[in-house]
């Protein structure tokens, strides 16, 4: 986790939403990190969770990552998540709960859903403290 707060980190810097992700191979081999780029990239998909995936794949020449896990310092939004089924996460650590945008505890629950077709084991509050605190920061700077 403490890679995706460094990512999340210099998501902020760039203006972007703190959020930073890291996939793990199982060998643990840090496969990709990556922090948000929605602004950089002005596309509303490039999340960290789905930067981190696609260089992970990219990485592994292959669609899915079985047996990876995916360390977040926010709870995936329902797009996310159903793009962490899809890619076959095997786990998924996140640190802050998103009561407002939240895809995985937070409202729709995709990967809990019965449409769900692969569903990660799922880890909530790594790291927890830290994650919430950095995106206060962030946006009270931002309302200032």
């Given at each position: 986790?403490?890679?995706?707060?460094?990512?999340?980190?210099?998501?902020?810097?760039?203006?972007?939403?703190?959020?930073?992700?890291?996939?793990?191979a199982p060998d643990g081999l840090v496969l990709a990190a990556e922090g948000n780029r929605t602004r950089e990239m002005l596309d509303p998909s490039s999340h960290?969770?789905?930067l981190a995936i696609r260089a992970a794949c990219q990485k592994l020449g292959q669609p899915v990552l079985p047996g990876c896990d995916l360390y977040v310092t926010l709870e995936p939004c329902?797009?996310?998540?159903?793009?962490?089924?899809?890619?076959?996460?095997r786990r998924l650590y996140y640190g802050a709960s998103d009561p407002k945008s939240g895809g995985v505890e937070q409202g729709p629950r995709v990967l809990s859903h019965p449409q769900a077709h692969h569903k990660p084991e799922i880890y909530a509050g790594i790291a927890e403290a830290q994650c919430a605190a950095m995106l206060r920061e962030f946006f009270a700077q931002r309302r200032g």
């Open positions: 986790m403490e890679q995706a707060l460094a990512q999340a980190r210099l998501a902020a810097t760039r203006g972007e939403v703190p959020v930073g992700a890291v996939i793990v960290a969770e789905v329902p797009a996310c998540a159903m793009i962490i089924s899809a890619a076959r996460i």
